[in-house]
């Protein structure tokens, strides 16, 4: 069984039922982030699920300079707080450096380490010290047993509150492929697991300047890795995809949530019946 983790009132881990981490991709305007976090916290208090507000103040790894990366982190920070103060919800971002972590840990319930960053040991020390929760998105180019050194870097600082996400694998080039064995190998650590669905059918660098993908497959990834057992899922949602500033190819459109939601939470009973 998995460590028990709080981020506010949402308990992750151990023999909790699933729970849903999910938002834009990247924050495109106070207006626009409020608005999401209020219509997930709806759907989220209709079918009973514990939620966390996702949304990056930057994007730094984005394919092209061109590409949009969010409004920074002075701005971003001001609105995810905003997003706490007006909807209760806690609220999970990425950070980049060792110089955003200060700030970060002032506002984000949840530090995650982008996927291509799970080795960067500073990174990974920094925000350890600072005792929030911190989600490891595996890397691309690592295998699930390879976790280990990533959370031993946080635990040398005495922090043990870790989650760790699966984001598919390299897979050929412009692709990336989930093998659900990784969600297993990686919960026999002793963390909770989380499962990026919609990072999971990214197509790096697909659409040439910009990355692409398959949404469609979000879904049935999604059934896939709840039935293995998994402690929540990462969703990136938009209200109008083909319109968002970032991600918008492999993003969920708002109004398809709640049903395949419903779906998760009905798999996600049987299995830990």
């Known amino acids: 069984m998995s460590k028990i983790l709080s981020a506010g009132s949402v308990k992750i881990g151990g023999d909790n039922p699933l729970v849903l981490i999910a938002g834009p991709c990247a924050i495109e305007s106070l207006e626009h982030t409020l608005s999401m976090a209020s219509a997930l916290r709806e759907i989220a208090e209709r079918v009973g699920v514990g939620l966390v507000f996702k949304a990056s103040y930057d994007k730094a790894n984005r394919t092209s300079v061109k590409s949009y990366r969010g409004p920074g982190i002075v701005e971003g920070l001001k609105i995810l707080q905003a997003v706490k103060e007006e909807t209760g919800l806690p609220v999970i971002s990425d950070v980049h450096d060792v110089t955003q972590v200060k700030a970060a840990a002032e506002v984000l319930d949840i530090m995650q380490i982008p996927a291509f960053l799970s080795r960067q040991t500073d990174l990974l020390v920094a ?3 600072t005792g929030r ?3 490891i998105k595996k890397g691309q180019f690592q295998a699930p047993w390879d976790m280990e050194n990533a959370i031993g870097k946080v635990l040398s600082t005495g922090n043990d509150k870790i989650l760790l996400t699966e984001r598919g694998a390299c897979f ?3 692709n990336l492929v989930s093998d659900m064995r990784s969600l297993v190998i990686m919960r026999q650590l ?9 990072h999971s059918v990214q197509l790096p660098g697909g659409a040439g ?8 497959f979000v879904a049935p990834l999604s059934r896939a890795a709840v039935a293995t057992g998994i402690d929540a899922l990462f969703w990136e949602v938009h209200d109008n995809p083909e319109k968002a500033l970032c991600d918008g190819p492999n993003s969920l459109s708002l109004d398809s949530v709640e049903a395949m939601l419903r779906m998760m939470l009905s798999l996600d009973e049987i299995v830990r019946s």
């Open 172 to 174: 050929g080039y412009n």
């Open 133 to 135: 929760i911190v989600n």
């Open 190 to 198: 002793g963390y909770p697991v989380v499962f990026d669905a919609t």
């Open 127 to 129: 925000v350890g010290e």
């Open 209 to 216: 300047s910009a990355s692409s993908g398959q949404r469609e």
